[in-house]
C-alpha cells in the first residue's frame, strides 16, 4: 500500500518473467507444441538453486544471444521464455507454474544480481512488470 508502483513495476516483470523462465527451464523444457513439456517436472529445483554452478550456467544461457553455452534443455527453457511471457504461461501445468513462482521468488530474494539482468533481458520496456504486476507483488512479499 505504502510502496509506489514505480518501484514495484521494476521487480514485477522480472519475478513473472523469471518465474516463467526459470520454472520452465528447470522444471519442465518448453516444447514448440500446444503444452510446453512434462519431461523435467520432477526435477529438483531445489537442488539448483543451491548449486551456483548450475545456477549460473542456466543463467548465462537465457542472457546470451546464441545457444553456444546452452545445454540442450537450456536451449529449449530459452526458445519458450518469450511465449510463456506473452502468454501468461498458459503452457504450462500447475507444477510447472508452481516451480517458476518458486525460481522467481528465490532470484528475486536471494539473488538479485541474477534476477535484475534477466529482467533487462526479456522485458527491456518494461511492459510484462505492468502486466503481471499483482502477481509479481504476490510473489515477492
Not at 507444441?33 to 543463467?59: E, G, P, S, V
Not at 513462482?101 to 528475486?108: D, S, W
Not at 539473488?111 to 504476490?138: A, V
Amino acid at each position: 500500500m505504502g510502496t509506489s508502483l514505480d518501484s514495484q513495476s521494476s521487480t514485477l516483470p522480472t519475478i513473472t518473467m523469471q518465474k516463467c523462465t526459470l520454472a520452465l527451464l528447470l522444471a519442465c523444457l518448453v516444447a514448440a507444441a500446444a503444452a510446453y513439456t512434462t519431461k523435467y517436472d520432477n526435477i529438483d529445483l531445489d537442488d539448483i538453486l543451491r548449486n551456483d554452478r548450475l545456477l549460473k550456467k542456466y543463467h548465462e544461457c537465457l542472457l546470451s544471444d546464441s545457444d553456444a553455452s546452452c545445454t540442450p534443455d537450456g536451449k529449449e527453457l530459452k526458445a519458450a521464455v518469450p511465449d510463456a511471457l506473452t502468454n501468461n504461461c498458459a503452457k504450462c501445468n500447475e507444477k510447472q507454474k508452481a516451480g517458476a513462482e518458486k525460481v522467481i521468488r528465490f532470484l528475486i530474494k536471494e539473488k538479485p544480481d541474477l534476477w535484475t539482468p534477466l529482467e533487462n533481458k526479456y522485458d527491456p520496456t518494461g511492459t510484462y512488470r505492468q502486466q503481471y504486476g499483482d502477481e509479481l507483488k504476490r510473489v515477492s512479499a
